[in-house]
């Protein structure tokens, strides 16, 4: 049936047309953003999933950050470390050559208080944006000996969790200027037979001579300084280790960071030639439309040559 009153056939190629152009739209919207998913409206589910790895993401740069730092603080007490130990070597040589009889002992103690001087100035240089793990003062208020590096961020059914790489300076610290002096090198030690107290930082042998007690006591000395390289040497190893865990970590947390970033690629971005191709797919459908919408209109201009 014919009518002048309803046009089904427009109605109908209307309805496919205005389909057609909202499809394009979407399409044009994914080609000109990238995503497939860029709205809460596109799927629900997916950005809300995208949204919390991007932030998880965000936070594991800034783990990314705190490991630079925790690096390079490691980085700078080793360094001091090393160079420490090779001046306490150097000491222990002296008072080596100092054993022997008839030898100027002043004239060695000269050197010594160079050397001294000089693990003062390396704990003292060991600092590192305002952290210095050699030279410390233990009584100060909030003083901490473990220290803390931020490692990882985590995301668990309960909430989030912060992971930290912890070391323990109680054994790595040099000079501690609280009044025991439990650094490695301000510990007291007091000599057998002179009944004098030194650390490795204070001693001194210029007065001694070539008495069995005070060569005694020399050895002693001695032996306080090799065990104190030793203390050093073992501190060393623990900062290497420190520092090489945290390396690993920062690989880590780099090839995590990209895995997420992949992983929120493969739920919201848009595949380009998927979209390219049904956009030229759409854009004929759009041209039929309009082609579709002519004819039939064109059906109530032929109702006229029946009254001709």
């Not at 040099?174 to 007091?190: E, F, K, Q, R, V």
């Not at 990209?258 to 049904?278: H, I, P």
């Amino acid at each position: 049936m014919s009518s002048i009153m309803t046009n089904a056939s427009a109605m109908t190629a209307l309805q496919s047309l205005n389909q057609t152009n909202k499809n394009m739209d979407i399409t044009q919207g994914r080609i000109a953003t990238g995503y497939r998913v860029a709205t809460a409206s596109d799927s629900a589910a997916y950005w809300s999933i995208a949204t919390t790895m991007r932030s998880d993401t965000k936070a594991l740069g800034t783990v990314t950050d705190a490991l630079g730092l925790g690096a390079a603080t490691v980085d700078v007490a080793y360094t001091a470390m090393d160079a420490s130990i090779k001046v306490v070597d150097e000491i222990k040589s002296k008072l080596v050559a100092a054993r022997e009889p008839g030898v100027d002992r002043a004239a060695i103690q000269s050197e010594v208080d160079e050397l001294q001087n000089q693990l003062v100035s390396i704990a003292k240089s060991a600092n590192f944006s305002g952290e210095n793990w050699l030279s410390v003062d233990s009584s100060a208020a909030g003083y901490n000996a473990t220290k803390s590096v931020v490692a990882s961020f985590s995301r668990t059914s309960t909430g989030v969790s912060i992971g930290t790489i912890n070391v323990d300076t109680s054994n790595i610290e040099l000079y501690d200027a609280n009044a025991a002096g439990d650094g490695i090198l301000d510990h007291t030690s007091t000599t057998t037979n002179g009944n004098v107290t030194y650390s490795v930082a204070t001693l001194t042998i210029a007065s001694y001579t070539d008495s069995a007690n005070d060569l005694a006591d020399l050895d002693q000395i001695i032996g306080t300084v090799d065990g104190a390289l030793k203390s050093m040497t073992t501190a060393a190893s623990k900062l290497g280790a420190a520092s090489k865990r945290i390396d690993m970590q920062k690989d880590f947390v780099s090839n995590l960071s990209d895995a997420m970033t992949r992983g929120v690629g493969q739920l919201v971005d848009a595949d380009m030639n998927a979209e390219s191709t049904r956009l030229k797919a759409l854009q004929v459908q759009q041209q039929l439309g309009v082609q579709a919408m002519s004819i039939a209109n064109s059906s109530s201009q032929n109702i006229l040559s029946l009254f001709r």
